[in-house]
């Protein structure tokens, strides 16, 4: 809500060049100076009719070179913003102050504006003109990146005076205060103005080149504004790189912000950091080390001096959407899969040409969300991580899933070929299990430990993989080894078990028609045919928990004490289990519907298999 800000200020002489907070006074100046020789700190109040005519200036800069509104909702009453975040933050600060835009474009104040030169990605700056009904004056507000505001100034306010100063030596000025501010992580603007001449008044602003305009400026002073990372962004960017993802930050906040930011969300680890180095003439060149560029410094290299980085840069700052295209080309030539997520209009180039496009949900420009596959609706870097996991959890429950289907019908076509070399006396073809047997037991061991997988949850270890390849598919070297191991492994221990009931226990008669029904002659083929389908029934239920990990052991003491973690599983494996019984020993069903018998002693064979 309006009302006064409370700043924790060192008072200092109001000789200074910085803003001048009074105690109780803004006409106290002895006050002022007291407290600043004593040292202290105190709480001062600063609203519209105690500010100086410095931070009255920047407060109408704020406020009126601003696209922005703030409203309060009629029902909770709580307010909220309308445009930009950054003039989001201006027009409260200003409202603060009592000097929003509504405050000053009443019939109290008649502030009116008359042309808007509006913000431009390339020059990093938006201009204003203003008139006051009230004073009759026409003023220019500008606002930008420092280091495109201060070449259109030739001078800065002292006070109620002011002082002539080159542009260079204003940028000397203002660079230590810049650089403190961007090291606390604050996006520095600066506020500029002058009066519009006679001639200027009457001409159409509207119609007039914007660089014949932005000049002979009046340096007001910078604005910090703090965007906190939210405390999930830490533990996200981590997780990403846990996984294999390389998170770049690009951004037109200033190199030191940039830096001060990235370290904070864990982008820049602190053996990253390295001091400024280097700037230019310009003040534009600024360095921090191979992982923090501007967007100059990465626009002058070639695309074969950029590939012969031995590792991109993490953080680019003062990006154009040219520079983010770039990025993106060369990311794409180190065969890297590229989601890039934005929300303005210069953001949309670069959100078409990335793999995947995410554009936010609640701040982004219609554009780009045109521009965008995905609309990320809540704004959070760290939803993207939690999506990427969820992707993650549903591949791999599809390779669980096609793992335990396609290994268990191996098994079968194994067991079943070989079973096609048992014959009887007449030479007949004495089946290892019957064709309803067959398909019995495909619907024990298939649909439902299948379905169960398919809801996995994602395991702990999950983000700790790295990424997969484009080009893998479903059906990777992994799973193929262990669809061929444990589907052969099932196939040839159930028709063994076969075998031993038959030959290795049994006199090897394979009776008369065994394969048309149940017979006396039969009684041995039958009891091995029971001792099959237990086997491999059983075991490609168990087999179903082998795949919810496809690396890593799952059959020791940890993971056993976990195998009731997926309910469905453990149902579907326990009402398998309690079927293949009934299937084996209910008279009629067993004998003359699935032409097997049940089982005594063999039940050994099948539990040491």
Known sequence: PAGEVTKKQRLEPPTDARINFAQDSANDEKNSRVAS????????VVNASNMSASLRRIAQGAALCNMSEIRADDETGYWYGIGDPTEIALQVFASKLEMGKPTLTNDDNQWKLVCEYPFDSSIKRMSVVAHNAITGEKVLFLKGATERVVPCCTGRQDGEQVSSMSTDDLQEHLDPQIQEMARDGLRVLSIAYRYLTPDEESLDMNKTDREEVE???TFLGLVGIYDPPRPESLPSVMECYRAGIQVTMLTGDHPETAAAIARQVGILQDEDDEDI????????AISLGPLVMTAREFDR??????DALPELPHVIARCSPDTKVKMIEAMHRRNGIVAMTGDGVNDSPSLKFADVGIAMGLT??????QASEIILTDDNFAT?????????????????????LVSGNVAELVCLIIGLAFRDKFGETVFPLSPVAILVNNLLTGTPPAMALGIEK????????????????????EVQGDIIFYGFGMGLLSISNFWLVMNGFGDGNMGEECNRGYSESCDLVFRARGTVFATLTLAILLHAYNCRRIRGPMWNWHMIKRVHENRFLFGGVICGTILCLLCMYVPGLNTAVLKMKGI???WGIVLIT
């Open 301 to 306: 290299l070639s695309d074969e001096e950029i």
């Open 364 to 369: 982004g420009s219609d554009v780009a969300k």
């Open 215 to 217: 000049v002979n400026m």
């Open 384 to 404: 993207i991580v939690r999506a990427i996991r969820e992707g993650r959890r549903v591949f791999s429950n599809i390779q669980r899933f096609c793992c335990v």
């Open 458 to 477: 994602a395991w702990p270890t999950i983000m700790d993989e790295p990424p997969r390849s484009p080009s893998s598919g479903l059906f990777t070297w």
């Open 600 to 602: 005594s002693w063999e």
């Open 277 to 284: 180095d280097g700037k230019s003439g310009e003040h534009q």
């Open 37 to 44: 020789d004593d040292g202290s700190e105190e709480t001062v």
